[in-house]
């Protein structure tokens, strides 16, 4: 067995388990549960690039969170972009993380926004891909570069399925948008581990992936209009990984886009439940906090973080999903990125004490 493969049997808690090797890849996974669920005392969850900078953003001390904005000030101004990059600290005791969760679109903005916070990405201790989407791993190949050699040893880029890696188009009425491919060999070759785990996984002892989320909700859909570029039936990018029901494609076709290989990041609080971050939700934000729910034997949820991806959803998708909100009953709801104002005025009418707006710089204390 080579690294690879080592590398997409999935990483658990300091150990490896299997879950049946190269011949299994692709196939539905069923919900594996977390042996032992690592649970953290503090949570700093920096959104260090999103669509929108509201510097006159609510801030301030809710219930049991605090919610701090970066304003204008002496650093230059932080970017927005349509993008996603979040910087997770987590405490547990004396145990302190850093966690990189997402790239965004560019760097120009990402390193901008990691230089007016504060934020030193060659601190990770671990990086989080959550799918194949320029505008969350754009800006990840030059973090790849600028850091290389920098890092800390072993540092690990982990991603939810071999589709992250494959060419994704966007088919539109004025033609196909290309949305590129993240070079997995070129990561490697600058000295990132690339862990690709299908189940959910422990990551740098204090995070968790979702693993792939089965699709549970009949109301949850993927974007009509997203594509894979088909690869040879033997390769990464072959049908078979990519949740297709169409088995036979030739290279170079168009496949539905299921994003098969999405996976979410969660924490569990102690004495407050889980913080759920779905980043895209292309996989359904209701599927994606039922999948982590049922990976960790816990029911209740303290924060649901978007992006859910529903600002093109019909008013009844959206409706359905707010009304799963309030039976999951989260803490709060802070609905990030391509989630949408429609989503946002709707969590705003349900759950009005529940909303945190969101905003680039929005720093969310948990536990503190
Ligand atoms: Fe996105």
Do not use: W
Not at 28 to 51: E, F, K, S
């Amino acid at each position: 067995m080579n690294r690879r493969q080592v590398l997409t049997l999935g990483v658990v808690a300091g150990g490896t388990f299997a879950m049946g090797g190269l011949a299994r890849l692709g196939t539905r996974p069923a919900a594996a549960q977390i042996g032992a669920v690592p649970t953290v005392d503090r949570l700093v969850l920096t959104n260090v690039v999103d669509n929108i900078y509201d510097v006159f953003a609510r801030a301030g001390r809710l219930d049991t969170i605090t919610v701090q904005r970066t304003p204008l000030g002496p650093t230059p101004p932080l970017l927005a972009e349509h993008g996603l990059a979040y910087h997770i600290e987590s405490h547990r005791g004396s145990e302190r993380r850093e966690i990189l969760l997402d790239f965004s679109l560019t760097d120009i903005n990402l390193f901008n926004n990691y230089k007016s916070l504060g934020v030193n990405p060659l601190a990770a201790d671990a990086l989080i891909l959550s799918h194949g989407h320029m505008d969350h791993y754009g800006a990840l190949p030059v973090l790849a570069r600028v850091g290389q050699g920098k890092g800390k040893p072993g540092l690990t880029v982990y991603a939810g399925g071999e589709d992250t890696f494959c060419n994704r188009v966007v088919v539109t009425p004025g033609g196909r948008i290309d949305q590129g491919r993240l070079d997995l060999a070129e990561l490697e070759a600058r000295g990132l581990r690339v862990a690709i785990v299908k189940q959910p996984t422990v990551v740098a002892g204090h995070a968790f992936t979702s693993g792939q989320i089965p699709r549970l909700t009949d109301f949850e859909r993927p974007p009509a209009a997203a594509r894979l570029v088909a690869g040879p039936m033997d390769s990464a990018c072959s049908v078979a990984h990519f949740g297709a029901t169409q088995v036979e494609a030739k290279p170079g076709e168009l496949i539905a886009d299921t994003f098969q290989g999405e996976h979410a990041t969660a924490f569990n609080m102690r004495d407050r439940g889980l913080v759920i971050i779905t980043s895209c939700g292309h996989a359904g934000v209701i599927n994606s906090v039922r999948q982590v729910q049922k990976a960790t034997g816990i029911d209740k949820v303290h924060a649901i973080v978007g992006g859910f991806h529903l600002a093109p959803a019909p008013d009844e998708v959206v409706a359905k999903t707010v009304a799963e909100f309030k039976a999951i009953n989260p803490d709060y709801v802070i609905p990030a990125h391509c989630t949408g104002l429609n989503t946002i005025f709707a969590v705003h009418r349900e759950m009005p004490a529940r909303l945190v707006m969101p905003s680039t710089g929005t720093r969310v204390l948990f536990g503190a």
